[in-house]
């Protein structure tokens, strides 16, 4: 089992940063791939970034490619995403997964957080 907790959500203008942190728990954690989804209204579910548990096998979805990086600190089972350039229709609640490993879990995570709210005002 592995437990995860968000936070870093807010409300930021467009072109803005927001660097959003999951601190995660529990008995494989620290061997985990962990990464990030979002879910805006009205939109399906989405993969954003994935990273292995090494730290050094990242995966990006397109539309985040070049604005955002995912990092991981594996001494505190911490991930990040560090968000820049932000735009609307980067809105939504972000959600932080973990699973086997960083390509399967693009797609099929394990774990979920509870998920913070970004909101990119324009």
């Known amino acids: 089992q592995v437990q995860l907790v968000e936070s870093g959500g807010g409300l930021v203008q467009a072109g803005g940063s927001l660097r959003l942190s999951c601190a995660a728990s529990g008995r494989t954690a620290s061997t985990s791939a962990m990464g990030w989804f979002r879910h805006a209204p009205g939109k399906e579910r989405e993969f954003v970034a994935t990273?292995?548990?090494?730290?050094?096998?990242?995966y990006y979805a397109d539309s985040v490619k070049g604005r955002f990086t995912i990092s991981r600190d594996s001494g505190k089972n911490t991930v990040y995403l560090q968000m820049n350039s932000l735009k609307p229709e980067d809105t939504a609640v972000y959600y932080c997964v973990a699973g086997q490993n960083s390509a399967a879990l693009r797609a099929t995570p394990t774990y979920w957080g509870q998920g913070t709210q970004v909101t990119i005002s324009s």
């Open positions: 990273i292995s548990w090494s730290g050094n096998i990242m």
